[in-house]
Every structure is written in structure tokens, then in C-alpha cells.
């Protein structure tokens, strides 16, 4: 091949393109995922059941955080007031689960520092809680306290159930109590599904995916989660994580000092 001065100037733009592509902070597109998410607790007869999503791009969360807004109307046939429900959107919240550190953006104010809320993985006070391995605290169970117990089936597909039922001593909100077991239903056919705020260790050392976890407290509390996923966001969930990952890097200075 003849290399004229435009083949040679086409080539020096493409290389430096290629290097200022590379040089561009990574928009981390290479593992996306949409995580979707039921939570029961059950105490005292009564339970709660809540829901809602998670919205990842590598080591980055976004949450859709909507609070309730509750209001009064007066039936005009009967003169009776009652109430109803709405969720609302309130926040953003984008987590960096490596570092342990995020960002609040409040939807009806500007997205300047004195309006962003900032928090640590710990100090999160709305939307999921980024800890780290929830299921295996230092004073609980370890991956070697699981072990596979059969086979079951969920929505048709085969899984696996493992099961940890060794007694712990636990705290929570002050109270005392132990933990009876912790059993996790894995789907091995979900691949590279594995983040440490539901429990990297676990899906590393079984593989596929937890897609229902369960534990049980002597007192008797149950807690349970039930989780489904879909591979890559949608085209309008990827224009709203562009701009709250682009604000959280242009304020990125914020968490620094967390």
C-alpha cells in the first residue's frame, strides 16, 4: 500500500483520537446491568415489603430514590375526607461502591455543591445499603459456613439452594438477638452478576447469581430479598446515568474529603 500525505495525515488523526479516547474518564460501559429487587421483613406478625431498582455501571450505582407524598381529598357525594398515596421523585443517588463514597442530587434544585448531598457507604440514609458483603459481616458467617444443599427450581429454571445454619450472636438498632441461618438460592446461569453489596464472595465461590436470599432470627424476624436481573440499561436509563456520572465527576472533589 501507497502511503500519500492524506493516508498519513488520516492515520496520525486516528492514533491521536485512539489516545485521547483512551485518556477520557471510562464511562464503564464493558458491565451494565439493571437489578431489581424485593425486600420482605416480617416481625411481630407484621411485615413489610418494599421494592425498587438499582442501575449499574461497574463500580457505579444510580438510584431512582422516591419518597411518599401523601394527601387529603373530600368525597363531594358522601362529605367524607380520605387519603391517598403517590410515590414521588426526589433524588438521584449515584454510589461508587470501590470507593465506598456518593452522591445525593436533589431533582427540584440546581446541581451546584451547597444542594448536593455527599455520603459514605455507611452514612447512606435512603435507597439500598451499599455495604459491602451484608450477608457475611466480620462477626457473622463466612463463605465457609455455606455449603450447597439441593436443587430447586425458579420461574423454570434450574438453581441451587445454599444454606448456613450456624448460630450467631447479633445487634441490630441496639437489640439483641441470633441469627438461626441464612439460606441463598443461586441461578448458575447468570453470568458476571456478582457485586459485593449483595455478595461478591458467595457468587465467586458457587458462581451464577443469587437471585433470593433468606435469614431467619431467633426472635423472630425473617428477612428476605428476592432479586432479578437484566443485562445492559435501557437508551433513556443511559442518558440519565451519563449526566449523574458526569455530575459526580465534575463535583468529584466532594467525596475526596469523606
Not at 3 to 27: E, H, K, R, W, Y
Not at 32 to 59: C, P
Request: proline residues 3%.
Amino acid at each position: 500500500m501507497k502511503i500519500t500525505p492524506n493516508l498519513m495525515f488520516l492515520l496520525l488523526v486516528f492514533v491521536a483520537l485512539d489516545g485521547f479516547c483512551q485518556n477520557l474518564p471510562s464511562l464503564g460501559r464493558q458491565k451494565e446491568a439493571m437489578i431489581f429487587y424485593t425486600t420482605t421483613v416480617t416481625f411481630s406478625g407484621n411485615q413489610m415489603v418494599w421494592s425498587d431498582s438499582l442501575f449499574v455501571r461497574n463500580s457505579l450505582v444510580l438510584e431512582l430514590i422516591k419518597t411518599d407524598f401523601v394527601h387529603d381529598y373530600t368525597n363531594l357525594q358522601t362529605g367524607k375526607t380520605n387519603s391517598t398515596s403517590e410515590k414521588r421523585l426526589d433524588w438521584y443517588y449515584i454510589t461508587d461502591v470501590s470507593r465506598g463514597v456518593g452522591m445525593g442530587f436533589n431533582v427540584k434544585k440546581e446541581p451546584i455543591e451547597k444542594n448536593i448531598k455527599t455520603f459514605t457507604a455507611k452514612s447512606k440514609d435512603l435507597g439500598y445499603g451499599m455495604i459491602a458483603e451484608p450477608f457475611l459481616p466480620k462477626d457473622g458467617y463466612s463463605v465457609k459456613d455455606f455449603a450447597k444443599v439441593r436443587d430447586t427450581l425458579i420461574n423454570g429454571q434450574k438453581c441451587f439452594v445454599i444454606l448456613a445454619n450456624r448460630k450467631v450472636p447479633v445487634t441490630y438498632n441496639g437489640i439483641m438477638d441470633e441469627l438461626l441461618f441464612t439460606k441463598m438460592v443461586i441461578n448458575p446461569k447468570i453470568i458476571g452478576q456478582n457485586y459485593p453489596f449483595i455478595s461478591e464472595l458467595l457468587t465467586k465461590s458457587f458462581g451464577g447469581a443469587i437471585v433470593f436470599a433468606q435469614s431467619q432470627y431467633k426472635s423472630g424476624v425473617k428477612f428476605s430479598m428476592k432479586l432479578d436481573y437484566k443485562q445492559e440499561l435501557t437508551a433513556a436509563y443511559s442518558v440519565i446515568f451519563d449526566k449523574y456520572w458526569g455530575l459526580y465527576l465534575s463535583n468529584i472533589v466532594l467525596v475526596d474529603k469523606l
